[in-house]
Every structure is written in C-alpha cells, then in structure tokens.
C-alpha cells in the first residue's frame, strides 16, 4: 500500500492499482488530475514540472516508493558471505559503543578444619569498542528521462545502489580481517600472545587439527577455565575452498602420499566453507560460531541493516535528486573466537 501524506490517497500494490502499467509520462498527468490539476495545453516539461512541485500530487510518493522498492530489492538480492563469520549488532548513534567481555572467579579455596573462608576478588573484564560511520551516494532523475519515459533507466540504477551497499559492507568486512586489527591491549586481532596464530601452511588433516586444538584450548577473560570452542566455519581465498570441502567430507586422510588409508580426524569439523576472491592470499581461518563466540561484529544504527532513501525535488538539477545511505561499523570484539593460518 502506497500513501500520499498530503493527500491520503492509497494505492495498493496489486491488479486493481490505477497506476499500473503507465509510463512517467502518464503517471505525471494522471497524478495531476488526481489533485485538480487540468493538464491541457501543458507541455511535456510543464507537466512533469507540476507534477513534481505541486504539493498535492501523488508523482513524487509514487516514484519514491518504486526507487525504494528497487533499492531494497537490489540490497536483499545480492550476494554476501560476510554474515556467515561475523556477528551482527546494533549501536543506538555514532559515538564509540562499548563491547564486554567478563571475567570469571577461580576454582574454589580448600578449607582446613575450623578455617576461615576467603574473600574472593571479583575479576575485570575486557572492553572493545565499535563506532558506526555512513556511506552513501546521490543519483538523479532528470525531466528529461521522465519525458522520454526511461523509467528501466531510473529503476535500473535504483538497483544498483542497492547492490553497491551491499557490496561495501562485504568489502568492508573483508578489508578490515585483512587488516588484522589492533585490540585493547595493544596487540593485533591475529598474535601469536593470543594464541590464535599458526605458521603459514595449506590446509590438511594435520594444519586444519592444529588450528582446532589451538581453539579448543582458549581460556575465558580471567584465564581460568577452557572455553572449549569447536570450528564452524573455515575461511579462505578460492585457493583453498575445494581442499576445505574435501577435508570436511572426506572418510579417510586424502594425502596420499604414503597410500594408506588413515582415518580423517577432521572429517565434518565445521559446517560452512567460505572461499571468496576478496581473499587474494594464502591465509586460512577457523571461526567458531559468531552467536557464541563473535570476533568481528558488523553493527549496524538501530539495528537498520538495509539501505535508508531519501528524495528532494533538486534545484540545480531539473529533477529528482536520491539519496541513499547505509549507517554501520565494524570492530574486533574478541580474538578468542577464531584461529588464522598465515
């Protein structure tokens, strides 16, 4: 359902609607007469003028929603893998938000017959921090295409901005990993002081267990317990995504270098492989579950995660003027989570 707030006209989105099927033109003159506005003798450039400017025609609503729709279609249609290994949030402004992390007590004191019990010291936690920024573009919708009824034109770029935001937060997600962050305390996201780091090497049955283990054996904030975590999904350049699959299904040890047939340990250790072009080395990474242990989150402002429109009537174009914008950040909130090779 489509609605004018000047005028509180409705249109429904079905085979009744009164629009369907009209090109610019036609929606222009028919959302004139639809206000009172009489149409003849108008020239083309006149009406589409009007149409535009007069503040009781539906021409404007009817084409923002048709841009929206597009938009959004374009956003919801194009290809991520960003969401399979980070986490998704949300942030409430643009200020710096604080992520926590908590501590925990350690094991219990013994007591001697008659003792005392011991205080025990509540521990810290650790803090990351994740701002969010905007990206965005304009396009325009001339008079002219309207005249010439180019609407493919105009839905066609509509699309394209949906795609191109969708595109950057995978661009974004992808070039801060490569990045290797810096913590809160001062070391990268990826360090051999947090135990995440394995020496480069392919992946196989002996690489990709390591890096399990390596996992497996991270301690919580207040290093007193294991955190146990188990791979979910592995991630890597195109180089390495047919080895993955191979490992992740395969009955026995596929190095076949001495022809026997080993049993592979790591047969169906992780639900997901990842490979995308936008890795263009030779690394490799296990992530645990980002719902359980996140390491990079994706957040974005009030939990918008599609694309916001916004349109003003121009006055140096003779036009249209669409504004879209996406409102998000990307910040390292933990290392405990994943494990990189390279």
């Given at each position: 359902m489509i609605v004018n707030p000047a005028t509180k006209v409705r249109y429904a989105v079905d085979g009744a609607n009164p629009v369907r099927g009209l090109s610019l033109r036609e929606l222009a003159r028919h959302c004139l007469e639809r206000a009172g506005v009489r149409t003849d003798g108008l020239s083309a450039l006149e009406m589409v003028g009007r149409a535009f400017t007069q503040s009781t025609s539906?021409?404007?609503?009817?084409?923002?929603?048709?841009m929206h729709k597009s938009l959004q279609s374009g956003y919801a249609v194009a290809?991520?893998?960003?969401?399979r290994w980070c986490a998704v949030g949300t942030v409430s402004d643009f200020r710096a938000h604080?992520?926590?992390?908590?501590?925990?007590?350690?094991?219990?004191?013994?007591?001697?017959?008659?003792?005392?019990?011991?205080n025990k010291t509540i521990p810290d936690g650790e803090k990351a921090t994740i701002t969010a920024g905007t990206k965005g573009n304009i396009i325009n919708l001339s008079r002219q295409a309207i005249i010439n009824d180019d609407l493919g034109a105009f839905i066609g770029a509509a699309s394209m901005l949906g795609r191109a935001a969708a595109r950057t937060v995978e661009a974004d997600a992808y070039a801060?990993?490569?990045s290797n962050p810096t913590m809160s305390d001062g070391k990268a996201?990826?360090?051999?002081?947090?135990?995440n780091l394995d020496t480069a090497g392919a992946p196989t049955v002996t690489t990709v267990d390591a890096a399990r283990v390596k996992l497996a054996s991270q301690k919580d904030v207040s290093g007193n317990d294991f955190l146990d975590l188990r791979?979910?999904?592995?991630?890597?350049?195109l180089v390495y995504g047919s080895t993955a699959r191979v490992l992740n299904t395969a009955q026995y040890d596929p190095d076949t270098a001495n022809k026997l047939q080993k049993p592979n340990v790591v047969a169906g250790l992780f639900r997901d492989v990842v490979d995308t072009a936008r890795i263009t080395d030779t690394t490799w990474y296990l992530f645990a579950?980002?719902?359980e242990a996140p390491v990079i989150e994706v957040a974005f402002l009030e939990g918008n995660d599609m694309p916001f429109l916004d349109q003003e009537d121009g006055f140096t174009v003779d036009g249209s003027r669409w504004k879209a914008r996406l409102d998000f950040g990307i910040g390292a909130i933990d290392y405990r989570g994943a494990v990189r090779n390279g």
């Open positions: 539906d021409f404007p609503v009817l084409l923002e929603a048709a290809a991520d893998s960003w969401r604080n992520r926590y992390r908590v501590g925990s007590l350690g094991n219990l004191d013994a007591l001697n017959e008659l003792g005392e019990f011991k801060y990993l490569a996201l990826f360090h051999a002081d947090h135990g791979p979910a999904v592995f991630l890597s350049g579950d980002p719902g």
